[in-house]
């Protein structure tokens, strides 16, 4: 889906991941007054939207979802459908997947970091499955898809679990007419690759999983296809953790092989059991998680990027830059400031016409950006590739400093993540530069002809909308 497309009140963004169940966008949701707030878009996949019965389940499981109000759940806010999309509206967590945790590494993470991510998605298990309707009946609430790759853990250290809006709906789909078992085979229980009714144990069994694998830094079961991997799961065929490592807590690899037991009356009863018995092994072990350290842990991997920011077919400066400009513009006095606001929005307009971008930079004499004192070795270092990686564009001439940016999804410059503090003065501010791609006679995308329409509306009513939050007056 382009960039700047509108699906009702929401403004899609940049495409943050493609699953098998549909695509995830970040995206910006709009209200009176100015109203805007972060959130992520899920679009279901035309194939799964076009089956009547996926379409019911989906529609029953979200109203569901949105019922869970927990800070390691991320909040689902909509159901919608526009455009021929269903899209399920989420609450944007600023951060990696476990999955990603684990990919960056190729080793298993501290394990107090391991044990409070696991204990934070047993809270959030554990909540779900307590949930009642207003006459005090339990509702049911099952994940049935607890993998890493659910696990958000933000930049700040919190944790979030995903997917409780579509879980129920995409197990639907999961069976073929063949009788073919389809989804992630290697985080399912053994109950649940029988095709038998399934209660909270088969998401104890499935967190087991994860667990095994941010312990250890190896899956608990892998195969060459995905019957492989269900054979071992059925037949309970996986490597105990001090089979890897002689060193592995004796107690944790207790914990495990009871989570993850085949018979579900030998299996921990509920999440919550599960998380007192990882509760008692790290408080006898003096491992003590915190949000504090797992925020280390994954600014240590990814640094800490700013929040990326959705926008009607402008794209705004990189971190450092927005930070550095909007400094220098509240530092101008009102008329000077005024001055370079409305420069600055004819640039973006002219852009947006124009169907291409601008870009502004600072430089210095040695790098063509700012790089603040507290900005981390691998930031450096990955500023440092950027730059030498960058080619040459005819459509900049000779300005290497201001490359070519087709991701119209940026960090805010108001964000508390942005990495650099550097200030400047007003006198230091750069000459921004509009670039714009020549227009053609060729069919222009629905992004390009619905943005045409937008200036003249703002400039018409002296709206400054078109311009990075950031710099808006």
Request: aromatic share 6%.
């Amino acid at each position: 889906m382009p960039a700047g497309t509108r699906l009702g009140r929401y403004l899609v963004g940049q495409r943050l991941a493609v699953g098998g169940m549909g695509e995830i966008y970040a995206a910006r949701a709009e209200g009176v007054a100015g109203f805007e707030k972060m959130v992520v878009l899920k679009l279901v996949h035309p194939a799964f939207a076009a089956d009547p019965e996926f379409v019911r389940m989906l529609q029953s499981e979200a109203r569901l979802a949105a019922l869970l109000s927990h800070p390691n759940v991320v909040q689902v806010f909509d159901l919608g459908f526009e455009c021929g999309e269903y899209f399920i509206a989420m609450a944007y967590v600023h951060g990696k997947s476990a999955r990603e945790l684990l990919r960056e590494t190729q080793d298993p993470m501290p394990l107090a970091c391991a044990l409070h991510i696991v204990d934070r998605v047993a809270a959030a298990l554990t909540h779900a499955h307590d949930m009642r309707d207003d006459d005090g009946e339990p509702l049911g609430i099952l994940h049935r898809d607890v993998s890493p790759g659910n696990v958000m853990v933000g930049y700040d250290g919190t944790v979030a679990l995903l997917d409780f809006g579509i879980a129920k709906a995409a197990e639907r789909t999961k069976v073929t007419r063949t009788g073919t078992i389809k989804g992630k085979a290697g985080y399912m229980s053994p109950e649940q690759v029988r095709g038998q009714t399934l209660d909270r144990r088969t998401d104890v069994f499935s967190l087991g999983i994860v667990l095994y694998e941010l312990s250890t830094g190896w899956p608990a079961f892998s195969g060459d296809s995905d019957f492989t991997m269900m054979n071992k799961i059925v037949s309970g065929d996986w490597v105990r953790p001090r089979g890897r490592d002689a060193e592995f807590p004796v107690e944790l690899e207790a914990i495990i092989e009871r989570a993850l037991a085949g018979d579900v009356d030998k299996r921990f009863p509920t999440t919550a059991a599960l998380q007192a018995a990882l509760s008692e092994f790290a408080e006898s072990h003096v491992l003590h998680g915190s949000p504090e350290a797992l925020a280390r842990y994954v600014q240590g991997l990814f640094g800490h990027p700013a929040r990326p920011i959705v926008e009607l077919g402008v794209e705004p400066p990189d971190v450092a830059t927005r930070e550095t400009v909007a400094t220098a513009v509240a530092a101008m006095e009102p008329a000077q400031r005024a001055g370079w606001q409305r420069w600055a929005m004819g640039a973006a307009v002219l852009a947006v016409v124009g169907g291409g971008t601008w870009a502004m930079r600072t430089s210095t004499p040695e790098r063509g950006n700012v790089v603040s004192e507290e900005t981390s070795p691998r930031q450096r270092e990955a500023l440092e590739q950027r730059h030498a990686l960058e080619p040459a564009s005819a459509e900049l001439g000779a300005r290497r400093d201001a490359p070519v940016q087709t991701n119209p999804v940026q960090p805010m410059a108001d964000s508390p993540d942005v990495a650099s503090e550097t200030e400047v003065a007003p006198s230091v501010l750069p000459e921004p530069v509009a670039h714009t791609k020549p227009r053609t006679n060729k069919t222009k995308s629905r992004r390009v002809r619905a943005a045409r329409k937008e200036p003249a509306e703002a400039s018409a009513s002296g709206d400054n909308n078109l311009l990075p939050p950031s710099l808006r007056p």
